[in-house]
Every structure is written in C-alpha cells, then in structure tokens.
T-cell receptor, first 113, second 115 residues
Framework: AQSVTQLDSHVSVSEGTPVLLRCNYS??????LFWYVQHPNKGLQLLLK??????LVKGINGFEAEFKKSETSFHLTKPSAHMSDAAEYFC???????????FGTGTRLTIIP | GAVVSQHPSRVICKSGTSVKIECRSL??????MFWYRQFPKQSLMLMAT?????????EQGVEKDKFLINHASLTLSTLTVTSAHPEDSSFYIC???????????FGQGTRLTVV
C-alpha cells in the first residue's frame, strides 16, 4: 500500500529563516508526489507536484521540493519564511494509473515574528 | 486555479437527523469528485470517489448507506450524512477534477458537529 510519513507534526521557524518540512514515502512503483497547504478554514491548495520529470520541483510562493529516490524522500523547503506561510502542510502520494491520493498526517508550520 | 465551493462551511445538527453537504465546481466541469474526512489533528482520509452519472465507489470501512453520495451533474456532488451521530462530527472536504491526470481542486471544507 502506498503511504507517506511526515516526520514532524509541528515546525516553528523565525520569519526570514529557511523552512524544511520533511516527507518520506513508501514506494513499490514510481510515485507522483505533491505538497498541499491548508490555511485555517480554507480548502487545500496545491504548492507543487513531482511526476517523474525534473527531480527538483519549484512551486508557488517560493517553495520547492527535491525528489530523492535513494532516500525515498520529498522534503519541502523555502529559503526565507514569511508570516503568511503559517499553515498546515500535507505531503501526498499517488501512483500512475491510480487516482487515489494518500495524505500524510500533516505538519503545522508556525512562523515566529 | 479552478474554484470548488462547498456549502455549508459549518453545520450543527441534532443526533438522528440527516445533513446534506454540497460540492460545486464553479468554473469547470468535474467528471470526478472525491469526498474526504478529516479528524482533528489527523490527515485526510478518502471516503469515496464519484463519477458523474454513476454510483460512487466507497473506500473500505465507509458505510455507503450512511454516507450517501450523489453526482448528478458535472458541477455538483452532494454528500448526505444520514441519521447522524456525535461520532460523525468531523471536517468533510471535497475535491473535483476535470479528467484523469489533471489536478484535483479542493473545497474549503465543511465542519459538521452532531449534538
């Protein structure tokens, strides 16, 4: 079965410092991987996705993620955190031909002024 | 991106009553819609997948008679929680996509509280 593990349930960083949200996936086949962000009382917004093209994926709002097959990881990074980045972040996996999205447990990102 | 609207955003109902949640794709035709449930501080769990004009496909462990899903048009899917009980209290989120291999867009969610 496909699954993703988000290693941190809560991450706090100071405004202007780098952000790292960690995600590992289980894989029997080549996965598609996504990062979604959920602001309070809002729906989920797609930040970026990996679908077997370039391993370094750039998303919206300055976020990027690198697919590392050897480490089965897809960590989300941003060079400089902004207050508006405070939200819940979900790492998501699916497999080609399988429309089902499997969500990680989420990481709450807090930005310290 | 495309817009998916859920209504209502919050609902409180009495135990034993039924509640209907609507999911609309506002600016595209959604051939497939998905319904998720999210418990506090937990992840989203897929409940069912519905394709327009056909019966929904439910995930294992989801009671199809309790969670009725209708996808009668390309822009509207509804989830009806029948004979709701306090344990049904949760955050329900829908998503919709135009066709296979296209991005799924999410609604803002509905917080259901059964008292």
């Amino acid at each position: 079965a496909q699954s993703v593990t988000q290693l941190d349930s809560h991450v706090s960083v100071s405004e202007g410092t780098p952000v790292l949200l960690r995600c590992n996936y289980s894989s029997s086949y080549s996965p598609s991987l996504f990062w979604y962000v959920q602001h309070p009382n809002k729906g989920l917004q797609l930040l970026l996705k990996y679908t077997s093209a370039a391993t370094l994926v750039k998303g919206i709002n300055g976020f990027e993620a690198e697919f590392k097959k050897s480490e089965t990881s897809f960590h989300l990074t941003k060079p400089s955190a902004h207050m508006s980045d405070a939200a819940e972040y979900f790492c998501v996996v699916s497999y080609f031909g399988n429309e089902k999205l499997t969500f990680g447990t989420g990481t709450r990102l807090t930005i310290i002024p | 991106g495309a817009v998916v609207s859920q209504h209502p955003s919050r609902v409180i109902c009495k135990s034993g009553t039924s509640v209907k949640i609507e999911c609309r794709s506002l600016d595209f035709q959604a051939t497939t819609m998905f319904w998720y449930r999210q418990f506090p501080k937990q992840s989203l769990m897929l409940m069912a997948t519905s394709n327009e004009g056909s019966k929904a496909t439910y995930e294992q462990g989801v009671e199809k008679d309790k969670f009725l899903i209708n996808h009668a048009s390309l822009t509207l899917s509804t989830l009806t929680v029948t004979s709701a009980h306090p344990e049904d209290s949760s955050f329900y989120i829908c998503s919709a996509r135009y066709t296979e291999n296209t991005e799924a867009f999410f609604g803002q969610g509905t917080r259901l509280t059964v008292v």
